[in-house]
């Protein structure tokens, strides 16, 4: 079982709830939780959460991601991802440390960020993790 993220808890910034859609890019401050639908682009600077009802049809980059609903797209994170048992990723994913859980469901690539990618990855401000010029 995953060990729980005490880090940031209380401190969730925003909540798009079961039964909201939204398009387009969005960037945040903060923790993030997503119990609806996005499609686009999420940018935030803290833990994106997807809910088991929340839906992601888009790239998202943070500093840590919990997939327990479904994503469509490619995953960064500076930190971790976690995938929960009953979530779903079709996407590849960067990241320095992954979590995957028994039942979860991964099709894609996965690309482990060590001290030295991370460095150049600081230092390349026209690229992101997966390689895709911006």
């Known amino acids: 079982m995953a060990e729980k993220d005490t880090k940031h808890e209380g401190k969730l910034g925003t909540i798009i709830g079961k039964g909201t859609k939204i398009e387009g890019t969005i960037t945040v401050e903060g923790s993030t939780r997503i119990d609806g639908y996005v499609s686009g682009k999420l940018i935030s600077n803290d833990v994106v959460t997807i809910g088991t009802n929340g839906e992601v049809n888009a790239e998202v980059k943070a500093s840590s991601i919990i997939v327990g609903g479904r994503v469509k797209g490619n995953l960064e994170a500076s930190e971790k991802i976690e995938i929960h048992a009953k979530a779903e990723l079709r996407g590849d994913l960067v990241a320095k440390s992954l979590l995957i859980e028994h039942g979860a469901i ?13 460095k150049s990855v600081k230092s390349a401000p026209n690229q992101n993790i997966l390689g895709n010029k911006k």
């Open 106 to 118: 991964f099709h894609g690539s996965s690309n482990m960020l060590g001290e030295s990618t991370l």
